[in-house]
């Protein structure tokens, strides 16, 4: 009787669990921008998206299929009731004919994987007219000046290409400069006649990179071997380095870490401009191997995010410290989030809210 009402008070609990959680809903899944110029450049669609659930809901992040679709989502929770956006943009330069593009967006709510797309059709640009290099850099045309490489999985590598044109009326001889060790840029050809086009590959090996999650590297064009480091000259290159789980064995998942952190969201409480506070959360590996922390994605000024520890034995826990400065924040409620980084492989992103309050 006992063991029964215990796995009836366990149900219990995690229905109620269940019932806390983020809930999104999509009012549309998918958009047809049916046929546009490619000429006209790039084209935009926001899905709007409302938390139906009983806890703030937190997109983790959004992936796009090629570095041709661009999407920016709300990055702060959202509370139940209230709505968020995903914006979807397309770029058709040099890309004529039908597309379909799917984006993946990944949450804490009850669906942690949403599906949207895009689709439609470029009408290529007639020949004689505008440059498809939007962008010109001391006479050398270039189709952007992001270079998404995407997601990495570690150990292996992955290469993106960058179109070039020489628009001006003299030989050009480019190069790229202020390369990490992980990142290489070839150009051909070495050098461009005028009106000649070419492409810089640059390819990131993730052996020699021991950055885990998200990169963002700035890398500077140089021509005829003038080298500026300037806004000007600027090249941003991004890429997302995850673990490589698609090799596990039935039996290797089985023995993997599992990452457990009873609490996933920490009130702060009220505290005066310029004053600062600590708050600790316990993080723990009940698993059957050494849980890692990889990485502390953290894109808040004025939070410090700690870990006594990033190895956790099997059955062993950390402390996540919390260091909240409010120096530059003015009188407000406010709601952060941050994301763990762990090679549990079934919780390898988990999201951390913090909240306070500021006042005079």
């Excluded at 999509?26 to 009983?54: C, P, Q, R």
């Excluded at 709505?83 to 890309?95: A, E």
């Excluded at 994987?113 to 505008?130: A, F, K």
């Excluded at 490489?149 to 001889?173: D, F, H, P, W």
Aim: glycine fraction near 8%; hydrophobic fraction near 35%.
């Amino acid at each position: 009787m006992r063991k029964y009402s215990l796995l009836l008070i366990g149900l219990l609990f995690s229905v109620l669990v269940m019932s806390q959680k983020a809930s999104i809903a999509f009012d549309v899944k998918s958009h047809d921008f049916g046929k546009i110029k490619e000429e006209d450049g790039k084209v935009t669609y926001i899905f709007s998206f409302v938390n139906n659930g009983k806890g703030p809901l937190v997109v983790s992040r959004v992936q796009s299929s090629c570095g041709c679709t661009t999407p920016v989502w709300t990055k702060t929770p959202v509370e139940p009731g209230k709505k968020g956006t995903i914006t979807v943009t397309y770029n058709p330069l040099g890309r004529p004919g039908k597309f379909f593009k799917p984006v993946s967006v990944y949450s804490n709510a009850t669906d942690e994987l949403v599906n949207l797309s895009i689709q439609g059709e470029v009408i290529p640009r007639q020949s004689g007219e505008d440059s498809t290099y939007p962008v010109n850099i001391g006479g050398l045309g270039l189709k952007a000046k992001v270079v998404s490489i995407g997601n990495v999985e570690r150990g292996r590598m992955q290469t993106r290409v960058l179109g070039i044109q020489n628009t001006s009326k003299a030989s050009l001889r480019p190069t790229i400069e202020n390369l990490p060790g992980y990142l290489s840029a070839t150009v051909l050809p070495e050098v461009l006649n005028p009106g000649e086009e070419g492409k810089i590959t640059f390819t990131l090996n993730s052996k020699n990179c021991n950055q885990w999650g998200p990169l963002s590297d700035d890398v500077y064009l140089s021509l005829n071997g003038v080298r500026r480091f300037t806004d000007d000259t600027r090249i941003l290159v991004v890429a997302n380095i995850l673990e490589d789980f698609s090799k596990l064995t039935l039996e290797q998942r089985r023995k993997s870490p599992v990452i457990e952190l009873p609490e996933r969201e920490i009130d702060l409480g009220t505290l005066r401009e310029g004053s600062k506070r600590t708050g600790k959360l316990k993080l723990l590996n009940k698993g059957l191997s050494t849980l890692e922390i990889r990485r502390i994605i953290n894109n808040n000024k004025e939070l410090s995010i700690k870990t006594s520890k990033n190895s956790v034995a099997v059955n062993k826990k950390t402390d996540i410290v919390i260091g909240l400065n409010t120096r530059n924040l003015s009188e407000a409620e406010y709601k952060k989030s941050f994301t763990i980084q762990t090679n549990d492989p079934e919780n390898a992103f988990l999201i951390v809210v913090v909240s306070w309050k500021v006042q005079k």
